[in-house]
C-alpha cells in the first residue's frame, strides 16, 4: 500500500538552530516528493518538491529537502529556525500518471526563543 | 498571478440550507481540487476536475455537488449538511501532469449548526 509517514507529531526547536522535519514513504515506482507548510486557519503554501536530478532541493524561505531513494526519505531542513517557521508541515506524494497527492499525517514545529 | 482565491472566508449554515463555495485562479491551470479538512489533519481530497471534467470524485456524499463552469472557476454546492461536515474546505489547482505542484487557496472556514 501506498503511504508517508511523517513519525514525529511534534518537532521542538530553538530559535537559530538547524531544524529537521522527517518524512518517509511507502510507494512503488518513482514518486515527487513535495513539501508544504501551513500556518493556523490559512491554506496550504509550497515549499519545495522533488523531482528528479539533485537529490538536494532548495525551495521558499530558506528551506532545503535531501531526497535518500535507499531510504525512501525527503527530509526537510532549515540551517538556521526562526519564530516565523511555527507551523504545521505537511510531506507529500505524486505519482508520475496520478493527480492526487498522498498526504503524510503532518508534524507541528515550534520554534522557542 | 500565482493565487487560489475562495470565497466566503467563512460560513455558517444550517442543515436545511443551500450554499456553494467559490474557487478562482488564473494561472492558466487546467487541474483544480476540492479537499475537505479536519483540524490539525491532512486535506482530504474530495474531487479533481481536469479541464474543466470531474476526474476524480472520492465516494463524497452527493449533498456536495462540484461544478467547474470553466477553466478558472470552480464552485462547491452545499446543500443539506450535516455537523460533521464542519471543517476547512480548501480549492487547489495545478497543471495536469504528475510533476507540477498544486498551489491551494486559503480555504473557507464551513461551520453547519
Known amino acids: 500500500a501506498q503511504s508517508v509517514a511523517q513519525p514525529e507529531d511534534q518537532v521542538n526547536v530553538a530559535e537559530g538552530n538547524p531544524l529537521t522535519v522527517k518524512c518517509t514513504y511507502s510507494?512503488?515506482?518513482?514518486?515527487?516528493l513535495f513539501w508544504y507548510v501551513q500556518y493556523p486557519n490559512r491554506g496550504l503554501q509550497f515549499l519545495l518538491k522533488?523531482?528528479?536530478?539533485?537529490?538536494l532541493v532548495k525551495g521558499s524561505y530558506g528551506f532545503e529537502a535531501e531526497f535518500n531513494k535507499s531510504q525512501t526519505s525527503f527530509h526537510l531542513k532549515k540551517p538556521s529556525a526562526l519564530g516565523s517557521d511555527s507551523a504545521l508541515y505537511f510531506c507529500a506524494v505524486r505519482f508520475p500518471y496520478g493527480q492526487n497527492f498522498v498526504f503524510g499525517p503532518g508534524t507541528r514545529l515550534s520554534v522557542l526563543p | 498571478d500565482t493565487e487560489v482565491t475562495q470565497t466566503p472566508k467563512h460560513l455558517v449554515m444550517g442543515m436545511t440550507n443551500k450554499k456553494s463555495l467559490k474557487c478562482e485562479q488564473h494561472?492558466?491551470?487546467?487541474?483544480m481540487y476540492w479537499y475537505k479538512q479536519k483540524a490539525k489533519k491532512p486535506p482530504e481530497l474530495m474531487f479533481v476536475?481536469?479541464?474543466?471534467?470531474?476526474?476524480i470524485n472520492e465516494s463524497v456524499p452527493s449533498r456536495f455537488s462540484p461544478e467547474c463552469p470553466n477553466s478558472s472557476l470552480l464552485n462547491l454546492h452545499l446543500h443539506a449538511l450535516q455537523p460533521e461536515d464542519s471543517a476547512l474546505y480548501l480549492c487547489?489547482?495545478?497543471?495536469?501532469?504528475?510533476?507540477?505542484?498544486?498551489?491551494f487557496g486559503p480555504g473557507t472556514r464551513l461551520t453547519v449548526l
Open positions: 522533488y523531482i528528479t536530478g539533485d537529490n
Open positions: 476536475y481536469s479541464y474543466e471534467k470531474l476526474s
Open positions: 494561472m492558466g491551470h487546467r487541474a
Open positions: 510507494v512503488s515506482g518513482n514518486p515527487y
Open positions: 487547489a489547482s495545478s497543471q495536469p501532469s504528475g510533476g507540477r505542484a498544486k498551489f
